[in-house]
């Protein structure tokens, strides 16, 4: 059971990046889905979930209307979608499913990806 996440890297101010996220020895149609990030000496912060039950898609209001959600069942790959980024948006993102309801919070995410750097910088 693994998630791999990607498509991190260096952007400038206001430019975009797609995170990425592959599952492999299981399939995300039965689970809730979310990235999540952190900065060092910060707690891990929820910004986006997929709901399990319906594929509602929602986002933090520190990212909404600059980021988007979205997945692939058959693929079984999940993405976020980050425009007009910011340097406060600068953290390593993870992406995370759980057999729960769709929430921000990390603690009951069982499933996590290794993570990938999001630097923005001019």
């Known amino acids: 059971v693994q998630l791999q996440a990607s498509g991190g890297g260096l952007v400038r101010p206001g430019g975009s990046l797609r995170l990425s996220c592959e599952a492999s020895g299981f399939t995300f149609e039965y689970l809730a889905t979310g990235w999540f990030r952190q900065v060092p000496g910060k707690e891990r912060e929820g910004i986006s979930c997929i709901s399990r039950r319906d594929g509602s898609a929602f986002v933090a209001d520190s990212v909404k209307g600059r980021f988007t959600t979205s997945r692939d069942n058959v693929k079984n790959t999940m993405y976020l979608e980050m425009n007009s980024l910011k340097p406060e948006d600068t953290a390593v993102y993870y992406c995370?499913?759980?057999?729960?309801?769709?929430?921000?919070?990390?603690?009951?995410?069982?499933?996590w990806g290794q993570g990938t750097q999001v630097t923005v910088s001019s």
């Open positions: 995370a499913a759980l057999r729960g309801l769709c929430n921000f919070s990390p603690n009951g995410y069982k499933y």
